[in-house]
Antibody, heavy 121, light 107 residues
Framework: QVQLQESGPGLVRPSGTLSLTCAVS?????????WIWVRQPPGKGLEWIGE???????NYNPSLKSRVTISVDKSKNQFSLKLSSVTAADTAVYYC??????????????WGQGTLVTVSS | DIQMTQSPSSLSASVGDRVTITCRAS??????LNWYHQKPGKAPKLLIY???SLQSGVPSRFSGSGSGTDFTLTISSLQPEDFATYYC?????????FGQGTKLEIK
């Protein structure tokens, strides 16, 4: 079955760029699914960051759009997140997940285990 | 953005209880509604998709209903492993948004 694993630095300096990668195993990133990033600040709820299709098509949360880039590397079966100009408000657990889209309806499953990124000097 | 509002925000219940959590969307989302639960330190896990379809492997004590703007998640008989935080999520339009969560605690 499909499994996802996030990786990247756990500490980022303010004004720097957060960079994470999500490795997909047990299935192809070129399947008919979208691939998403969601974050969760400590003790708070879930925020959808954005999504990418294997063709490179993307959708971003307008609240983050000016700072977010999501890309895909089909040769490595992985996708990545970059968030620029970070502040302490970007401290969160970052999750990657598959967005299953069998028809118009869609849902997120499975999820990676998540990785905590702290923004601090 | 479509706002998702869950109630209650927290709930205390006992093993064996029947529990209902509600989720209201700020506009009609048809059946584009999913439910997840999340245990401390773990990733969210899909329970119900498309408002009422049970995800494979999820116990049948979980059920979902509703369409349009009002939805419910019901757990027919609480088990110890069900104590967690529950989130609804709309997949009708981007940005896809979540409810604020309902923390289900042991009484």
């Amino acid at each position: 079955q499909v499994q996802l694993q996030e990786s990247g630095p756990g500490l980022v300096r303010p004004s720097g760029t957060l960079s994470l990668t999500c490795a997909v195993s047990g299935g192809s990133i070129s399947s008919s699914n979208w691939w998403i990033w969601v974050r969760q600040p400590p003790g708070k709820g879930l925020e959808w960051i954005g999504e990418i299709y294997h063709s490179g098509s993307t959708n971003y949360n307008p609240s983050l759009k000016s700072r977010v880039t999501i890309s895909v590397d089909k040769s490595k079966n992985q996708f990545s997140l970059k968030l620029s100009s970070v502040t302490a408000a970007d401290t969160a657990v970052y999750y990657c997940a598959r967005k299953v889209v069998p028809a118009a309806l869609n849902w997120f499953d499975p999820w990676g285990q998540g990785t905590l990124v702290t923004v601090s000097s | 953005d479509i706002q998702m509002t869950q109630s209650p925000s927290s709930l205390s219940a006992s093993v064996g209880d029947r529990v209902t959590i509600t989720c209201r969307a700020s506009q009609s989302i048809s059946s584009y509604l999913n439910w997840y639960h999340q245990k401390p330190g773990k990733a969210p896990k899909l329970l119900i998709y498309a408002a009422s379809s049970l995800q494979s492997g999820v116990p049948s004590r979980f059920s979902g209903s509703g369409s349009g703007t009002d939805f419910t998640l019901t757990i027919s008989s609480l088990q110890p492993e069900d104590f967690a935080t529950y989130y609804c999520q709309q997949s009708y339009s981007t940005p896809e948004t979540f409810g604020q969560g309902t923390k289900l605690e042991i009484k």
